[in-house]
C-alpha cells in the first residue's frame, strides 16, 4: 500500500553557480575558477513532501541518478532510507557514486518525522566548532593578515594549503603566523596528496621522507593536524608515518569511499581523523556508522564539507549525532570564494557565532531552505523520472 511518503519522482538540474571573484584553488594548479558546477536533486513523494540533496558535479550524477537510481526508487518509501541503499550501493558498480542521493532519503524521514536528523539520530551536540578552511596558496604576509581578519570574524582556528614547490616556503608560512599571532590561533595544514580531480597532473608529489619531514616541522610549530600527507591508498605509509608522530594528528578520507575502506583505513592505522563527506564519500547514515568504527578505536571524525551549501548542512547533522566529532570544516576564503559562495543556493546561509561554533538547523531534516528564484537562474540542465517517463523508457 501506498505510505504518504512513497516516491513519485526525482527531478536533477545542474546549477552553474558564480563566485563573485576569481578563486585559484591550491589543489587545481594554474586553475582560476569564476563559477562552480553542482547538480540540485529534489526527491518528490506522494503527500508532497520533498527531500533535497545535491552532488558535486555536472551532467554526469543526473545521469546515474536518471538512469541506475530513479528508476528504481518509483514507488517506494523515502522515508525507509536503510531499505534503499542498496540501490544506492548497487549504483556505484555502473556509475559515479551517488553518496549524496542518502541525504535526500533522510532528508524525507525527517521532515515526515518533524525532525532534525541529528535529533532522529541521537543528538549530541546543537552547534560545533568550526575552522577556518582557507583555498589559496598566499605569501607569509598575506596569511598573516588574513589571520588577523579570521581571528577577528571570531573563529578560532584555520587551515592552510601546502603546494609549494618548495615545502619549506609553506613551514615558512606557519612560522610567520606563530611569530605575529603565537597560540591565539589554533592550524591546521592540508597537503591535498590523497589523489586529485583529472587534469591537475601538474601537482607536485611528495615523497614519504618529505611528509615525515613536514609532519615533524608542524609538530614542532604545534600544529593540530596534517591532513592527505600521502596517496589515498598508501595504507602502509600512512601507518609507517603516523608511527612517528606525538601530538600532531594524522587526518585524511575524503577520497576514500564506502564503510568498507573506512574500516580498512581504521583497521590499517592509518589515520587519527577520518574525513568522509556525505556528498562525495558515503552516505549520510552510513557515515554514523564509520564515526561509530572510528569511536571504538579511538578515533575522531571531521568530515570534508568543501561541495556546496547542502552538503555542509548534511555533514553538519551528522556531526551533530556523534561523540567523537573534531573540528567542523567551514570553507571560507575571501575574496574568491567566501563562506556564502558555498551557500547561496540557501535561504540561509551558515555563519559562525561569537564562539566561533555553528548551530545546527533545528528544522525537519537536514534544515535546507533553497532560495528558488537563485536555483532557476544558475539552472542550466534538467532531468525528470516520474512514472510516466519510467514507462516510456521500460
Ligand atoms: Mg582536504
Given amino acids: 500500500m501506498a505510505s504518504p511518503t512513497t516516491i513519485t519522482a526525482v527531478t536533477s538540474r545542474v546549477l552553474d553557480v558564480p563566485l563573485p571573484a576569481p578563486f585559484r584553488p591550491a589543489w587545481g594548479r594554474g586553475e582560476v575558477q569564476s563559477s562552480y558546477f553542482m547538480t540540485l536533486i529534489e526527491v518528490h513523494t506522494d503527500a508532497g513532501l520533498v527531500g533535497i540533496t545535491a552532488a558535486e558535479a555536472r551532467s554526469e550524477t543526473a545521469v546515474a541518478i536518471e538512469r541506475f537510481v530513479a528508476p528504481h526508487l518509483i514507488g517506494r518509501d523515502g522515508a525507509a532510507p536503510e531499505q534503499l541503499t542498496a540501490i544506492l550501493k548497487g549504483a556505484e558498480i555502473v556509475g559515479p557514486p551517488v553518496y549524496c542521493m542518502e541525504i535526500a532519503l533522510w532528508d524525507i524521514a525527517g521532515k515526515a518525522a518533524g525532525l532534525p536528523a541529528s535529533k532522529m539520530w541521537g543528538q549530541f551536540a546543537s552547534r560545533v566548532p568550526a575552522y577556518c578552511a582557507t583555498g589559496e596558496v598566499r605569501s607569509s604576509e598575506q596569511r598573516v593578515e588574513d589571520c588577523r581578519r579570521i581571528l577577528a570574524e571570531g573563529f578560532k582556528a584555520v587551515k592552510l594549503r601546502f603546494h609549494s614547490d618548495d615545502h619549506r616556503d609553506d613551514i615558512q608560512v606557519v612560522e610567520a603566523i606563530r611569530k605575529e599571532l603565537g597560540d591565539r590561533i589554533a592550524i591546521m595544514v592540508d597537503a591535498n596528496q590523497a589523489g586529485l580531480a583529472p587534469g591537475f597532473e601538474g601537482h607536485r608529489q611528495w615523497s614519504f621522507r618529505t611528509a615525515?619531514?613536514?609532519?615533524?616541522?608542524l609538530e614542532r610549530l604545534g600544529v593540530v593536524w596534517l591532513e592527505e600527507p600521502l596517496p589515498r591508498h598508501d595504507y602502509d605509509g600512512l601507518r609507517r608515518l603516523r608511527d612517528r608522530l606525538g601530538t600532531l594528528l594524522v587526518a585524511g578520507g575524503e577520497n576514500n569511499h564506502g564503510v568498507h575502506e573506512f574500516k580498512l583505513l581504521i583497521d590499517r592505522e592509518c589515520y587519527d581523523v577520518l574525513q568522509p563527506d556525505a556528498v562525495l564519500s558515503e552516505g549520510v547514515y552510513q557515515m554514523r556508522k564509520i564515526a561509530a568504527?572510528?569511536?571504538?578505536?579511538?578515533?575522531?571524525?571531521?568530515?570534508?564539507?568543501?561541495?556546496?551549501?547542502?552538503?555542509l548542512l548534511a555533514n553538519l547533522q551528522l556531526v551533530a549525532s556523534v561523540p567523537n566529532a573534531s573540528w567542523f570544516e567551514f570553507p571560507h576564503e575571501p575574496p574568491g570564494w567566501p563562506a556564502s559562495a558555498l551557500s547561496q543556493m540557501l535561504v540561509e546561509q551558515p555563519w559562525i557565532d561569537a564562539d566561533g561554533c555553528l548551530a545546527v538547523p533545528d528544522r525537519p531534516g537536514f534544515g535546507i531552505e533553497l532560495d528558488h528564484e537563485f536555483v532557476e537562474r544558475c539552472t542550466v540542465e534538467r532531468h525528470l523520472i516520474d512514472k510516466r517517463s519510467l514507462q516510456a523508457i521500460r
Avoid at 212 to 217: G, K, M, P, R
Avoid at 296 to 311: M, V
Fill in 212 to 217: 615525515v619531514e613536514v609532519a615533524l616541522e
Fill in 293 to 311: 568504527l572510528a569511536e571504538a578505536a579511538g578515533l575522531l571524525i571531521a568530515p570534508h564539507t568543501w561541495t556546496h551549501g547542502i552538503g
